[in-house]
């Protein structure tokens, strides 16, 4: 329960601070890089819980103790945050542009882990790890494409 619980506590920033950085990189200014920051987040931890959620109700035994569903979310976050140091230290330490690499491998892997934390707590492996290779590959998709969605936002071409 305490990895699961270090995981939650570290999303916030894991996913908040690579959404604001991509902002910064399509030279966003003011509250458009925060509108990043807060995209990332709710991209990020928005897709995990929504499958977690989904997870939970497609297994009875994660629906019989919610929370073990807590515990599978805050494992799959876990599993994002050495990507997000790894992008965050090639970004601000070596200057080079591969965040946006990292940011969404970093949200498949989570996905993959949520689900095997699923499947640890007893939930189908058939259901549990396509349904999180599919939503991580939805996700990553999808911050994929945060970059050029913060562009059209801020009038950028």
Known sequence: MRVGCLGLFLAPLCFALPGWLIARQVVLQGAFQM????????????SLLALA???????????????????ILGEGCLGFVPFAVLGLTAELLLGWRAL???APVGLMAASVG??????????????S???????????GTAWM???????????RP
Do not use: E, T
């Open 35 to 46: 509108l990043g920051g807060v995209l990332g987040l709710v991209l990020g931890l928005g």
């Open 53 to 71: 959620v989904l997870l939970g109700l497609l297994n009875p035994p994660l629906r019989r103790d919610p929370w073990c569903l807590v515990r």
């Open 100 to 102: 946006q690499a990292f």
């Open 114 to 127: 949520l689900g095997g934390a699923a499947v640890q707590a007893g939930a189908s492996r058939w259901v």
């Open 129 to 139: 790890l396509p349904l999180a290779l599919a939503g991580g590959l939805a996700a």
């Open 145 to 155: 494409l945060l970059p050029a969605f913060l562009g059209w936002l801020g009038g």
